[in-house]
């Protein structure tokens, strides 16, 4: 008995040969279609990274900006408390509002600095 691996196929009519020549080319198509969505998955990703790297730099900028800010604001409020060692004739209620005032002002903008941040994060 013949097994299957030495059995002979028929030969294919033109009309099937046709169909297989034709399947084959759809494949070939679909194989350069799979290669092109690579290629566009690979450029798009690239591209986000590349945005997503500009915004942390954008952020870290902006981050060290508003710092500087906060800092500036911290450095006022501790020039206004050392007054309060040689404000002989001021009142300490007017230096405590000043002060009041400007840490009032920092804590602000720091709540504000953090919120962008928070919601540049997405959080």
């Given amino acids: 008995m013949a097994t299957m691996a030495t059995k002979k196929r028929p030969a294919l009519s033109g009309e099937a040969k046709a169909a297989y020549g ?3 080319k759809q494949v070939g198509q679909l194989q350069k279609s799979i290669a092109e969505i690579q290629k566009t998955a690979r450029k798009a990703e690239q591209k986000i990274e590349a945005d997503a790297r500009a915004r942390i730099r954008e952020l870290r900028k902006e981050a060290r900006v508003q710092l500087d800010a906060v800092e500036s604001r911290r450095r006022e409020a501790s020039r206004t408390l050392k007054s309060l060692t040689v ?6 209620r007017e230096i405590k509002q000043s002060a ?4 009032s002002d920092a804590r602000s903008t720091a ?3 953090i919120e962008r941040f928070r919601g540049a994060l997405g959080a």
């Fill in 111 to 113: 709540a504000s600095v």
């Fill in 22 to 24: 034709e399947i084959q």
């Fill in 87 to 92: 404000a002989a004739g001021e009142s300490w």
């Fill in 100 to 103: 009041d005032a400007i840490l």
